[in-house]
């Protein structure tokens, strides 16, 4: 007759196996997490340069430049409240495209200084201002999404994401990324699985994120 296997066993394997699939998710965080922020906030400084010197004549474009170029500098110096009234200034004197990006760097001034649900909030802020090109409105709410996967209920992320998701949206596989973090840390192991299998066998992905999307597959279907 087989030996009954001891529940309290049984469940004590189980919680390992869970903490060991959480410290590879963990690991993985550690060694993809800021080149996924670096790879969405550097589309940041490309698009919204092009946009805008399009939007202006020339003695405009070199005016709102250079005042740009010194934020940008207060910045890499660590003088965030300088640089942030700087951009600050710098929205309120143009209704182009150097507004969106003033207001794009203003955010990502928060997250350099650690605050991510600050940073969250002022995307969403961004997001939700409809005379932002709606690429721009777009890239905030995945950046908004992504710095709030700390400090928001997963569900929210998820529902705010859902109109990126699909369809030939430029941000969707981002968005489908960020929402299987979503799921993750709700629990949703099994879910979080899915869509990164589903990224990593989608030849439309880059090639970076469906390597990252493959190893997180693994990490949470344990």
Known sequence: MAKEEDPSVSNLFQEIDD??????????????????I???IAVIIGVGAYEGWKSYDLSTRTELGDKYAQALELARQDQFD???KE????????????KTLALMQEASLLVQQGKNADAA??????????????????????????????SMEANEIINRLKPL?????AWRH????????????????????????????DASV????????REYAQAYAG
Do not use: C
């Open 38 to 40: 670096g790879a969405i």
């Open 121 to 150: 909030q002022a995307y969403f802020k961004i997001a939700e201002n409809g005379a932002v090109n709606q690429d721009f409105r777009d890239l905030a709410l995945v950046l908004g999404a992504l710095n709030g996967l700390d």
């Open 165 to 169: 998701i699909g369809g030939a949206n």
């Open 82 to 84: 300088g640089a942030a």
């Open 19 to 36: 903490e060991l699939r959480q410290d590879k998710a963990t690991l993985l965080w550690k060694k993809y997490g800021s080149t996924l």
């Open 174 to 201: 981002s968005a489908n990324e960020i929402t299987a973090y979503a799921h993750a840390k709700a629990g949703e192991t099994a879910k979080a699985a899915e869509i990164m299998k589903s990224l990593s066998e």
């Open 206 to 213: 880059p090639a970076g994120v469906r390597q990252r999307a």
């Open 87 to 98: 951009f600050q200034a710098l929205a309120g004197e143009t209704d182009g495209g150097y």
